[in-house]
């Protein structure tokens, strides 16, 4: 449950810290006191989306803290996320938020940064919140369907994932039908094309090589010349450098002993002999190997030729010839593939059963939960100025196929005994809307209650009163003994029913209009209770002790 819940810098809040306790807690005030503030106050900190407009005027950014009981089938997500350790003797759980006048935010679990998908996971198993214009979602066919999904326990992302995957299989089936002829006239084109590179069969890696093979050959006697000339100068001639090494190499060696001076001299003309000598083997070596090849000379020249003619003709550097051919064949299998009728049928065929597969089985689960539902409400609207009436959650087929499934979802409802039931929109008044809303979130709320902790109603109860006030109480009070139950009202029937009241009102400070809260029992609450009736003084508070001294209230007036 929440346990306390703090604010500062908040619209017109400036601190405010409120302790909530279980059972059944009601928020009052005049209109534009700030009591809903608290509430977007809270959904700030279960990672509602953040709005520069809620920093108050004047500060630099706004802060809200909700400090909760932590749920026993949130601990394993909490170690798992590095929220808390299984260590951790405390059960509390610390949600925070803040914003600058900027709109930046910034969000922490259990005082470690967190991010705002993390906090709505979180929201998911402490607070559900029931808004004040929840009749407006019974017309609309989207939310019809989404409350009935979730009571039925019926998941439909994998089936909006199958109708994707069959649209998407209709759509390349419905593009290969309207282009056969472009497609035809592109493949022939490729086709050609890619058999001209066949016949050369570029290897990927391959012109490097085969460039520098080429420039050998063609200027093999050039090299053959330029090598015997080499061999000649160094070792083959009278005068060649081998020769001339020695006859230096001798003149020192005779002379040397008389001056150490010129051993180092000796030392480098002997490498300089041994170096050359290396070079005369290797040059004899090469000039044994290498003969003229007038044959492969003549292969090379035609390869090269035609590499070199295609390059040209498709406008592309040599080496990237293979990466080409490569692109052309991947080019052509995707064609092939686009043009196989046959096989888009088939594919499109297995995605439509596939997703009928998936939509039979989410029709099943709403039809099952449909009278679960249906009868349910209709127990919950009896109270509530409607004696006798009925509700319907009809699930009838589609016209045709839809990205939800093969089901109409529709809620119908008879006002009174007797009648059959019809569209809401076309036979229930915004008053009855209004009550209808009112008994579908009890509904939801008791069949959730075991698995959410926290549940708010903010204003839900606008547009009933009298009697139907005193059955909203009722039901609220009995919510309030399997789970915390916080509403925003202004009915005094309904906040007369309450086990702690808290009045949010504003006054102006210093020239800025602030609001706070504070709980009231005994005389303030009473008065309170008058104040919401409305009527004369002595007759307000007598009607108000009324209220709060009868069977349905709480009888905190007493304390």
């Known amino acids: 449950m929440l346990r306390r819940l703090s604010l500062r810098d908040v619209a017109i809040v400036a601190a405010l810290e409120v302790d909530l306790g279980p059972g059944f807690t009601v928020l009052t005030g005049e209109t534009g006191a700030g009591k809903s503030i608290l509430i977007d106050a809270l959904q700030l900190a279960l990672g509602n989306r953040a709005d520069a407009t809620l920093v108050r005027e004047g500060a630099a950014r706004a802060e809200v803290s909700a400090e909760f009981d932590t749920p026993a089938g949130l601990k394993g997500w909490l170690d798992e996320a590095g929220f808390r350790t299984p260590d951790d003797g405390d059960d509390t759980l610390l949600l925070k938020r803040s914003i600058d006048t900027q709109g930046r935010s910034r969000a922490w679990i259990n005082g470690s940064a967190a991010t705002l998908t993390q906090l709505r996971e979180v929201a998911e198993s402490l607070v559900d919140i029931h808004g004040q214009h929840a009749w407006q979602s019974l017309t609309r066919p ?43 006239r592109e493949r022939e084109r490729l086709a050609w094309q890619i058999g001209e590179l066949a016949k050369l069969a570029p290897a990927d890696g391959e012109w490097e090589p085969l460039n520098a093979e080429h420039q050998r050959l063609a200027h093999g006697q050039a090299l053959l010349d330029g090598a015997r000339a080499a061999l000649d100068a160094v070792s083959d001639a009278d005068d060649s450098a081998d020769v001339l090494a020695a006859r230096a190499i001798d003149a020192l060696d005779e002379v040397v002993r008389y001056d150490a001076e010129l051993a180092p001299v000796l030392d480098v003309l002997r490498s300089a002999q041994a170096q050359l000598e290396d070079a005369a083997r290797t040059l004899t070596g090469y000039l044994g190997r290498k003969e003229p090849d007038p044959q492969r000379l003549a292969e090379l020249d035609e390869r090269i030729g035609a590499w070199m003619a295609l390059a040209r003709r498709y406008r592309r550097p040599p080496a990237e010839l293979p990466a080409l051919l490569a692109g052309w064949q991947a080019e052509l299998a995707a064609l092939d593939a686009a043009a196989d009728l046959d096989a888009l049928e088939r594919a499109e065929a ?55 499934g093969l089901d109409v979802v529709e ?12 569209s809401l929109a076309k036979v229930a008044s915004g008053g009855e809307l209004s009550r209808l809303a009112l008994a579908i979130a009890v509904t939801t709320a008791q069949a959730d209650g075991a698995a959410i902790p926290t549940l708010i109603f903010d204003e839900i109860d606008s547009g009933v009163g009298g009697t139907v006030g005193d059955a909203v109480g009722r039901v609220m009070k009995q919510l309030g003994s399997r789970a915390q139950v916080l509403a925003v009202t202004h009915l005094a ?32 609450r009473v008065a309170e209770i008058a104040r919401m009736l409305g009527g004369e003084k002595l007759s307000g508070m007598a009607h108000a002790q009324t209220l709060l001294q009868g069977p349905r209230g709480s009888r905190a007036a007493s304390r």
């Open 493 to 524: 029937q309904v906040a007369a029913c309450a086990d702690r009241h808290f009045v949010v009102a504003k006054q102006l400070q210093g020239g800025a209009t602030l609001s706070d809260i504070h709980a009231v029992d005994g005389e303030s």
């Open 411 to 422: 809620f119908r409802v008879a006002g009174h005994a007797g009648s059959t039931p019809r």
């Open 142 to 184: 989207a939310a019809v369907r989404a409350l009935l999904d979730e009571q039925a326990g019926a998941d439909t992302r994998e089936l909006l994932l199958r109708w994707q995957a069959w649209r998407a299989a209709a759509q390349a089936l419905a593009d290969a039908r309207q282009a056969q002829g472009t497609l035809e």
């Open 350 to 404: 297995a995605a439509e059963k596939a997703w009928r597969t998936e939509a039979g089985r989410i029709g099943q689960l709403r039809r099952r939960a449909a009278p679960a539902l249906s009868q349910a409400v209709t127990q919950a609207m009896q109270p509530l100025g409607m004696a006798g009436g009925r509700f319907e959650v009809a699930v009838e087929p589609a016209p045709e196929p839809h990205p939800h």
